[in-house]
């Protein structure tokens, strides 16, 4: 009984570590620059799916990719994806590493898998 009892408690932790922000069109990008916030956020359209209701401002989906979180690079190749997905008018996939809002994993794609 205790292995199926930690095997559960496992797969419940897990499923809490990690999760989707969002999945739709890219709204709009803001980069910000100030002293207090030095971040990308990323607003989602009202019709997205696979919302973490944590992001949800008014009417959008918002996703922040904090720079001091990641690699330089990194965070060019997130932004460059999200800008191409704006101007395609293709769907994006936030997903985050810690069932946060903070953008961890982008992915272009047409449907949710």
């Known amino acids: 009984m205790n292995r199926v009892s930690a095997i559960l408690l496992l797969f419940i932790s897990l499923g809490s570590y990690a999760g989707d922000i969002g999945f739709g069109t890219v709204e709009g990008v803001k980069v910000y620059d100030f002293s207090s916030d030095d971040s990308i956020r990323v607003y989602l359209n009202s019709a997205s799916t696979h919302v973490n209701a944590d992001c ?32 395609s008018g293709k769907k994006v996939r936030l997903h985050s590493e810690t069932a946060s809002c903070e953008i961890d994993f982008v992915a272009i794609q047409q449907s949710y898998y």
Not at 59 to 64: H, L, N, P, W
Not at 68 to 80: F, K
Request: proline share 0%.
């Open 56 to 87: 949800v401002a008014g009417a959008m989906v918002v996703g922040k990719i904090s720079k001091a979180s990641h690699e330089e690079a990194v965070v060019d190749r997130m932004l460059s994806m999200l800008l191409a997905a704006n101007m």
